[in-house]
């Protein structure tokens, strides 16, 4: 967008992110979102939808000033700056977007949909053309351009009128995509399509982040063309990621009459998986074997389709992204298929995961807090797989113009009765940092004394390997909880309050304890003090943890990441003290 052009373009956002509120619910209208989507252009790059603007409100103002007891309301907000036209439906959805711009592809159009109960009210209230008709009205000292559009006022930026008379004359059907209902679901939803994820890619998050487009190429909907050594640096790993795998992808936000918070996801694939849809488990089925004690992070389940071969990718973009870091700008694309071929082997025939993350104990190594039982179709060769796996990536890594040199030996180790691998890194080899005081400090504070990086793989029967860092000892005791049967976390008065929030069924949940968090940042900060005096990170009450959740089908995943209010209000207090803490 021309320079300009960004003071009208900022207070349109402004103003429209205002109006909006940016929450809402009202479960007994579930059409709205789907309705007004379908008055969005083809060439739309991705959209905000609100529901309700005036129950959002009240409901982000009980959320907002948890955190911050003087903000405003943000109907409140826009009623001060804008004074709100009449004939604005209150009660009614709002949709933020971006559309494409071809004259100038690297700023995208800015687009608002304002319900309207009545626009002959609302258009002499802003001096518009009361007919519908596009006309450039004023409205908190910004020159826009008004229009009717159904039961919604199109508002667009003066100099996009051309654009604004081709969003008119667009006739979309109802939006019956695999979005509807979930947007239908949602206080506020965030869309990104695939055209915006294709965007984000080549231009970044931001206009100005990108000024040369030099060496990339890409069609519509095509393949992005890298040049020499397949690096990429302009493109942003996530979303060309994202562009490669999903149609589209979107966010959500819902607040329930408790003021319990969900963050709700959903990403539907290119293409849909021959995989069939996920059985369903309880959440207490996810958590079994896990014994009552201090965690950060527990619980897993089945992997959602395609899972494997996303991660894989995702990793593998993840790496070329980074080639120039890693010394691999001379690979060629062999070489990035067995990188490729690499990750495809550590996830070959894994069908569910369960971990564990806990708080360190004083003494122990700091990564010695970390565990998962992994589900594969067959316990020996998964570990075929896995050797296999750490052989390839250390020809790359050998081959590679890094200085360090993370090679991995993958030895027999006996485990308690099991005959398990370890599978082990020198750090010290890897680096040749040994004369750097506060490295070798890090490193004993991490990893132990021997300042080596230990994965201790353990085949307790034909489906099931445990997995543990640092310590075979501790990973003894997790496999012992299985053994066992234990129901201690899933049982704990805490854990019962998220679980009751949740769907009684989930394929994969996964608990996080702040509580947990904070001790083990408290862990890693105190190994710090060889760098000087180190804050003292306040204390975390024991709350109910944070619920994540997710599933899929043929179509694509989706999941929530629900927050309890109690834990919310901590997380507010934490914050209050933290600022305290660093003078703020």
Not at 86 to 108: K, M, Q, R, T
Not at 331 to 358: C, Q
Not at 478 to 502: D, P, R
């Amino acid at each position: 967008m021309h320079h300009s052009c960004k003071p009208r373009y900022f207070a349109l956002c402004r103003r429209t992110l205002t109006m909006g509120c940016l929450l809402a619910s009202m479960p007994n209208i579930l059409l709205h979102a789907a309705d007004i989507v379908s008055l969005l252009p083809p060439n739309t790059l991705g959209y905000a939808v609100v529901r309700n603007i005036a129950s959002s409100d009240q409901k982000v103002a009980r959320l907002t000033t948890l955190f911050n007891p003087g903000v405003p309301t943000p109907l409140g907000l826009a009623k001060a700056i804008t004074g709100i036209p009449e004939g604005i439906d209150l009660e009614g959805d709002a949709v933020f977007a971006y559309l494409a711009n071809s004259n100038s592809p690297a700023n995208p159009t800015p687009l608002v949909l304002l319900p309207v109960s009545n626009y002959q009210a609302f258009a002499a209230s802003i001096q518009g053309d009361a007919t519908g008709e596009i006309c450039r009205v004023t409205i908190a000292d910004v020159d826009l351009l008004v229009a009717k559009l159904g039961d919604f006022s199109l508002v667009m930026n003066v100099e996009h009128r051309d654009l604004m008379r081709q969003v008119l004359a667009t006739n979309n059907e109802a939006s019956a995509n695999s979005f509807s209902d979930w947007m239908a679901g949602n206080d506020v939803s965030l869309v990104l399509t695939r055209l915006g994820m294709a965007h984000i890619a080549r231009h970044g998050w931001f206009q100005e982040s990108i000024e040369s487009e030099d060496g990339f190429a890409e069609d519509e909907f095509g393949e992005i063309a890298v040049s020499n050594g397949l690096t990429q640096q302009e493109a942003l790993p996530l979303a060309d990621f994202a562009r490669r795998n999903f149609r589209a992808v979107g966010l959500g936000l819902v607040i329930d009459k408790a003021d319990n918070s969900r963050l709700r996801w959903k990403a539907e694939f290119l293409k849909p998986s021959d995989s069939l849809e996920q059985r369903p488990g309880s959440i207490q089925e996810q958590l079994s074997g896990l014994v009552a004690r201090p965690f950060a992070v527990a619980g897993g389940g089945a992997l959602p389709p395609r899972a494997s071969d996303i991660i894989a990718d995702y990793m593998t973009i993840l790496s070329l992204q980074e080639a120039e870091q890693q010394g691999k700008t001379d690979f060629t694309r062999e070489d990035w298929a067995a990188e490729r071929r690499s990750w495809d082997l550590t996830l070959e025939g894994v069908r569910e995961v369960t971990l564990l993350m806990v708080p360190p104990t004083t003494g122990e190594p700091l990564l010695a807090t970390f565990f998962a039982r992994i589900t594969v179709d067959d316990s020996a060769k998964y570990l075929a797989s896995l050797k296999e796996s750490f052989e390839l990536a250390n020809e790359l890594t050998s081959r590679s113009k890094s200085p360090i040199k993370m090679l991995y030996e993958f030895t027999p180790q006996k485990i308690g009765d099991f005959e398990g691998v370890a599978i082990t890194t020198d750090l010290d080899k890897a680096t040749g940092d040994q004369n750097v005081d506060v490295w070798q400090a890090m490193l004993t504070a991490s990893l132990g004394k021997e300042h080596k990086f230990n994965i201790f793989c353990s085949p307790v029967d034909k489906e099931h390997v445990f997995v543990g860092l640092q310590s075979s000892d501790k990973l003894l005791d997790f496999i012992e909880g299985f053994s066992k049967g234990e129901t201690g976390l899933a049982n704990e008065v805490s854990v019962q309050k998220t679980i009751s929030l949740l769907d009684t069924e989930s394929p994969h949940a996964l608990l996080v304890d702040p509580q947990g968090i904070v001790e083990i940042a408290r862990a890693w900060m105190k190994s710090f003090l060889v760098f000087g005096m180190v804050p003292e990170l306040p204390l975390y009450p024991t709350v109910p943890p944070i619920a994540v959740t997710l599933s899929g089908d043929q179509l694509g995943w989706q999941g929530e990441v629900t927050l309890p209010l109690e834990t919310l209000q901590s997380m507010a207090t934490f914050v209050a003290d933290l600022k305290k803490v660093f003078g703020q």
